[in-house]
Each structure stands twice: as structure tokens, then as C-alpha cells.
């Protein structure tokens, strides 16, 4: 059994995680750390933890985690896990960031779209991209993962068998984004107000999304081409969930029924990527708080694109199923291992 800790206690993530954690054989959640409400008691904010949670949040005391924490995840804002984490030197500490501190490989772009300074290029090096179908080689040898972003989540694992396969060409795609409220946290905005929100979509942060980055960077890295594409978000009026639906320019004459079969070859060993058969396109209900990625294709002769529709619980695959996904594989566990459950449905 590994003891758990969550730094980051109080935000949407955080509650996910431990909720995914409660039924986890392996791991045991042993230290909620909150900067801001630290000796609170969990459930006084969240009050369906109520019975699951008895110790108080606690104050960050790094020299208590090294003796007291075997695995611990960042559930922070981007900014801070950069600074904590080289701490943390010299210990066994399993860290796993849920923010965007580790995500880019370049210093540089990394306060370009971020806004702040950058962590230190050898702990950035340090770090393995945690999306697990794609690299589980590297994350079994890791002791830093950088979990990816949501929506980088769905897009990467929708976009990249085609390139892999060279279904499309590298140049020309597009990404269309939408996302349920809880994706923008838990402080509330302008943005997020009920008034605003219902009944309402909102492309946002056009051109400047923080994700852009991230997905052109892990495209490249597969195609070995530098790619570029045209990625727009929208908030949409739900709680949570999150599709990406993507077009890319065909680079061979193929159908809809051939390359399902390649996406369902390439995925033929990952449980919780599930393709579609011809005709069926998921939606976000179908992965309703599970760690599951559904994903739908069309192949469009007259235009000559392919459709693909990626879908994902933002909150679990997106962020805390993932992260768990990720420590799951570093420790030789079953990678299914407390999230092999049945979405929630209606």
C-alpha cells in the first residue's frame, strides 16, 4: 500500500481524485494540503465527502511529506508545482502535476502562453508527458509525470493514429473544442455566472488558448513534421464532459470502414479507448465521469476529409483518471486499477 498525498486540495480535481482513490487497492490518500484553508475539514466545503475524509486539510511542510508520502499528485493552478517539486530532490516521491508546468518543452513558449516564469529546463527534461496510450513505455520508467490537459487529451488521441497511419496530411487541421463549466474550476467569473452561461456558447481565448501549444508539440512529435493547427474552444451550458471534433485533409483514398479498423488496431491494447463502428458518433453523456475516450469516424469523399469526434470526461480522463491511469502503469499495477467503471448514465 502507498501513501497519497494531494497538494491543490480543494479544487475540482482534487475531489476526483479522491473519490477515484476511495476504491483504489493500492494506494491510500493519507495528506490533503491546501494553501488557503488548511485545518479546515474537507467535507465543510464539500459536504458529500462527509464520513470518507476525517483529518483536517494541512499546511504544505515538505519535510513531513518526504517521510509521510510515497505518491503525490499537484491538483494546482500553473505556476506552482514548478516551484515545489525540485524540493522534493533526493526522495522517492512519486510526483504527478495535473497543471500545465511540465507540459512544453521550451521554456520560452511556456511563459509566451502561460503568462509566468517557466521551471527549470532539467526539471522540465526530467518530466514524461503522461498520456497514457501513447507513451506507457516511458511513464513505467518515470518518477515525474506531467499529465496532460483536457483538451490536449482528446485531440492527441483522436488525431494521432491518422497521422501515424498517414490518413491525413500534417498540414490543415482543424480542431473544434467544447467544454462543460467545471473545466474553467471552481472560482466563479463573469464567464462562468449562471446568467451568462445558460442557454448559452462561448468561444473563448481564440488564438491564445494555453493548449495549443501542448497539442503541436505532441503531433510533431509523432508525425516528425512540424505541425500547426486551428484549435477553438467553447464553454458550453453543462457540468462536465468534452468533445473535440477534428478535420484534417485526406492524404490517400481510404473510407470510413478502413480506417476504423486502423484506429481499432492501434487502440486494440488500450481498455479505455474505445473506437466506434461506422455510423456511431460519441457523445459526452457516453463517458460521464469514467476515464474512457470515445472516439467516432467519418470519411468524407466528397470533401475529401475525415471527421473524428473525441470524446471525454474532462474532470477524470482529462485530469485525475489519467493522473491515477499514469501512477498505475509507474508501478507495474493493473493500468484499469480503480477506474474500470461503467460511465454514469443519464
Known amino acids: ?194 446568467s451568462e452561461t445558460n442557454e448559452n456558447i462561448k468561444p473563448y481565448k481564440i488564438g491564445k488558448h494555453q493548449h495549443i501549444p501542448e497539442i503541436e508539440q505532441y503531433l510533431t512529435a509523432q508525425a516528425k513534421e512540424p505541425i500547426t493547427v486551428a484549435f477553438t474552444t467553447h464553454l458550453v451550458p453543462m457540468t462536465r464532459g468534452l468533445i473535440c471534433t477534428m478535420y484534417g485533409q485526406l492524404a490517400k483514398e481510404t473510407s470510413t470502414e478502413e480506417v476504423i479498423k486502423q484506429y481499432q488496431s492501434f487502440y486494440e491494447n488500450h481498455p479505455f479507448v474505445r473506437v466506434r463502428e461506422e455510423g456511431s458518433f460519441p457523445t459526452t453523456k457516453d463517458v460521464y465521469a469514467s476515464n474512457y475516450c470515445d472516439i467516432g469516424i467519418h470519411v468524407d469523399q466528397r470533401s475529401n476529409r475525415i471527421i473524428i469526434a473525441s470524446v471525454i470526461d474532462n474532470l477524470v480522463k482529462g485530469a485525475a483518471g489519467q493522473a491515477i491511469q499514469n501512477v498505475n502503469l509507474m508501478n507495474g499495477w493493473e493500468e484499469t486499477h480503480g477506474l474500470h467503471t461503467i460511465p454514469v448514465y443519464p
Open 1 to 194: 500500500m502507498k501513501n497519497v498525498g494531494i497538494i491543490g486540495g480543494t479544487g475540482y480535481g482534487a475531489i476526483e481524485l479522491i473519490r477515484l482513490l476511495q476504491t483504489h487497492e493500492h494506494m491510500q490518500l493519507k495528506k490533503i494540503i491546501s494553501h488557503s484553508q488548511h485545518g479546515e475539514q474537507i467535507a465543510a466545503i464539500y459536504p458529500h465527502l462527509t464520513d470518507f475524509i476525517e483529518d483536517p486539510m494541512q499546511e504544505l511542510q515538505i519535510e513531513s511529506l518526504k517521510d509521510e508520502v510515497d505518491i503525490l499528485f499537484f491538483a494546482t493552478p500553473a505556476g506552482i508545482a514548478k516551484e515545489i517539486i525540485p524540493q522534493l530532490a533526493g526522495s522517492t516521491i512519486q510526483c504527478i502535476d495535473l497543471s500545465g508546468d511540465l507540459r512544453l518543452g521550451s521554456p520560452s513558449e511556456y511563459e509566451y502562453w502561460y503568462g509566468k516564469k517557466a521551471a527549470p529546463k532539467q526539471l522540465i527534461d526530467k518530466a514524461v508527458y503522461g498520456l497514457s496510450e501513447i507513451y506507457p513505455e516511458q511513464i513505467k520508467q518515470a518518477t515525474i509525470i506531467s499529465n496532460p490537459g483536457c483538451f490536449p487529451t482528446s485531440a492527441l488521441l483522436g488525431l494521432i493514429p491518422a497521422l501515424e497511419k498517414k490518413v491525413i496530411l500534417e498540414s490543415g487541421i482543424v480542431i473544434d473544442g467544447k467544454t462543460g463549466v467545471s473545466g474553467a474550476g471552481r472560482t466563479p467569473t463573469a464567464m462562468t455566472h449562471y
